[in-house]
């Protein structure tokens, strides 16, 4: 199992970014997909989610009304469009593929993560 993301940067406040992540090596659309990030000192925090045929999806409380994942399962990609990027958004983000064909929460919840691209908000 590969998750190469890819899409991070340095952009300034309200500003727009896309995260890309490509996946190989399973059979990407029976699983659902995640999105999880984690800022310098800080655990690691779920982002959002998405069912395997994106049924439905799953924001965590930071990032709703902002945030949206959607996926190409043709592509075998997930992505994660970020809008009005705020400062406390600066992190590490991480996409992960789920144990199961359920859009899920917890990272305990996912089996194969990729290593990640770095977000950096400036005010």
């Known amino acids: 199992v590969q998750l190469q993301a890819s899409g991070g940067g340095l952009v300034q406040a309200g500003d727009s970014l896309r995260l890309s992540c490509a996946a190989s090596g399973f059979n990407f659309g029976s699983y659902g997909m995640g999105w999880f990030r984690q800022a310098p000192g800080k655990e690691r925090e779920f982002v959002a989610s998405?069912?395997?045929?994106?049924?439905?999806?799953f924001y965590g409380d930071s990032v709703k009304g902002r945030f949206i994942i959607s996926r190409d399962n043709p592509k075998s990609t997930v992505y994660l469009q970020m809008n009005s990027l705020k400062p406390e958004d600066t992190a590490v983000y991480y996409c992960?593929?789920?144990?199961?064909?359920?859009?899920?929460?917890?990272?305990?919840?996912?089996?194969?993560w990729g290593q990640g691209t770095q977000v950096t908000v400036s005010s």
């Open positions: 992960a593929a789920a144990l199961s064909q359920w859009a899920s929460l917890t990272a305990g919840e996912f089996g194969s």
């Open positions: 998405i069912s395997r045929r994106g049924r439905d999806r």
